[in-house]
């Protein structure tokens, strides 16, 4: 180490010739805002200096590119690509993302700690930084049924490994608000390290009890006085800007020349699809920009203040005895990447990956989708009167509201009402074959016909299928328990098209390009059976997540969420 140390600062110095001297580039200064004209010169992993180094083993010539540090990537879950960890690699490098932040709770739920390890295992081989939070809160709530459990002592072990940096995402703010043992024995654990938040709403004297639990972070936000209060009151935002989860607009004013430290930006989930045709952490910083935002400002936001907020004291700059995580971008108004180096080597070109993508072939979690044989009968809604709750989904959002409808019944139970958008919910249990079902109405989905269906379930990932009859429900839960995970879509009591997810029921593990065309040939067909959301299976991959208000359906019942508690 000392010798490597010895060495840098001997390249630095221009006593001994750089690895990689990165010539005539404007260099974007994250830490003063500008941008400056200069070369930087790398030794080995990180960078050296800044200036003339005519010391080299290898010069390039930028020719006045841009060159940014790698960016950051705050707050997402990687599982939601339905990628594999050498596929999502694939997808994002080349976009320029060089480290992202998660707490990989969605394979958490599924199959505990030896889910996160699969993952850390398979990413500590590929040019990424992964930085684990421990998952806070697995299971989310008691309101649902999950695949595992990380407990107290869980916690304190996962903060002990390699590359965790914090606590995750805090959902379960009602248990910070009531003081639950369980609850704060995880914040505690995570004393002096970063405590993400997830508290939708949250305000007044409820605000302040949760931050005065420890949390620092909040990226549930969707309207402007709600993310202000919170900023005023502590907290770092995260503006999101996933594929169905999309915040940006309404929270860019917040970012000024005297707020601008403590916000980031942050996708949260963005599928395989939008990865590739539009990208990752650099979609959001590019629809910024276009909203106005001074391009350097925007990069901040995806670099050095993930960096700080998080503590990763040799990222999010371009600067000496920084990790050379670097982008050059050929302009900063759409942010068009020509190449990407990550700890001083070239791994991404226009757009292509130059390197193999990884998979652990040991400790892959598969066969984890056990389903207790149903009938059509379970699926009945019991009648409740002349009206039943319905959950309304809200176009672009992960909110959901409460509504009452009138309902057509037939002997004593409710029917869909296709005329109407009244269709058919279900969530069935799937990692105990305990034979939990639920049921419930739901509208937004515009279904004419058909049904659709995923093992994708934020946060436990039961399957969730949406439909207009019970024949077409059930073929399409039927396909998802053969594929053992994955996504379907029926109509005439016959299977469509069908994506596998055999990894946890989350994970393709098939290439990035193969998993991309056939979400996307699904997609097609949801709309062809009259869907009118843009992402109706990342819609309903959210239906079933009892920490999001207002209404949700989850293996045990309609959970009223603003209550806490199932309401049928």
Known sequence: MSAHLARLIAVARGEQPADLVLNNARIINT??????????????????GIGEYPKAKQVIDLKGKYLSPGLINGHTHLESSMLDVGQYARAVVPHGTTAIVTDLHEIANVSGKAGIKYILDCARRLPLDLFLMAPSCVPATHLETAGAAVTPADIRAILRWRNCIGLGEMMNFPGVLFADTNVLDKITAAKGKPVDGHAPGLSGKNLNAYLAAGIGSDHESVALA??????????????????????????????????????????????CADLLRDGDIDAVVRKAIRRGLEPVRAIQLATINPARYFGLKALGAVAPGYYANLVVFDDLTDLTVDTVYYRGRPVARVGAPLFAAYQCPDNKPVNTVKVKPFTAAQLRIKSLGESQPVIEVVPGQIITRQ??????VADGYVMPDVSRDLLKLVVVERHHATGNTGTALVTGFGLKRGALATSIAHDSHNIVAVGVSDEDIIAAIREIETLQGGLAAAAGGKVLASVGLPIAGLLSDEPLETVVGKVERLEQ????????????????????????????LTDKGLVDVNRFRIIS
Do not use: H, Q, W
Request: glycine share 6%.
């Open 525 to 552: 067909l949801a709309k062809e059976l009259g869907s009118v959301l843009p992402a109706p299976f990342a819609a309903l991959s959210f239906l079933a997540l009892p920490v999001i208000p207002e209404l949700r």
């Open 31 to 48: 830490f003063t805002g500008e941008i400056e004209k200069g070369n930087v010169a790398i030794c080995a992993d990180r960078i050296a």
């Open 226 to 271: 709600e993310a202000a209060e919170k900023l005023r009151r502590g907290m770092f935002i995260m503006i999101r800007e996933g594929s169905s989860e999309k915040n940006l607009d309404a929270l860019l004013p917040l970012v000024t020349d005297k707020t601008y430290p403590r916000c980031l930006f942050v996708v949260d989930d963005r599928s």
């Open 403 to 408: 509504k009452l409808a009138k309902v057509k």
